[in-house]
């Protein structure tokens, strides 16, 4: 059974670090696009940044480049999302996702496998 686990959330000051990680199980990452998505509080689901399993290829939305980074280790079956110079406004329920369609995007809707989401808090 396809399942795709996410840790690393926690509570951290602004301008503090995160690494978040999504482990997946029942499937190898080989050949999937992994995304990572975000869901703040009243507000609709954001793509974050997303990455080809295959060829390490990635895209992050613009307002984030520069401080989150998405990597992988297949070896591991892990995608991670590193997010430095953390701000209030990144507070929200990170998810990641898969898709098995090959196209590099974080639109939710060619996602079909969700992991559960873990919650990150910017507060002082």
């Known amino acids: 059974q396809l399942q795709l686990v996410e840790s690393g959330g926690g509570l951290v000051q602004p301008g503090g670090s995160l690494r978040l990680s999504c482990a997946a199980s029942?499937?190898?990452?080989?050949?999937?696009?992994i995304g990572w998505f975000r869901q703040a509080p009243g507000k609709e689901r954001e793509g974050v940044s997303c990455i080809s399993t295959s060829t390490g290829s990635t895209y992050s939305a613009d307002s984030l480049k520069g401080r989150f980074t998405i990597s992988r280790d297949n070896a591991k079956n892990t995608v991670y999302l590193q997010m430095n110079n953390l701000k209030p406004e990144d507070t929200a329920v990170y998810y990641c996702a898969a898709s098995y369609r090959g196209v590099l995007t974080t639109l939710p809707d060619f996602f079909a496998s969700w992991g559960q989401g873990t919650q990150v808090t910017v507060s002082s």
């Open positions: 029942g499937f190898t990452l080989d050949y999937y696009v």
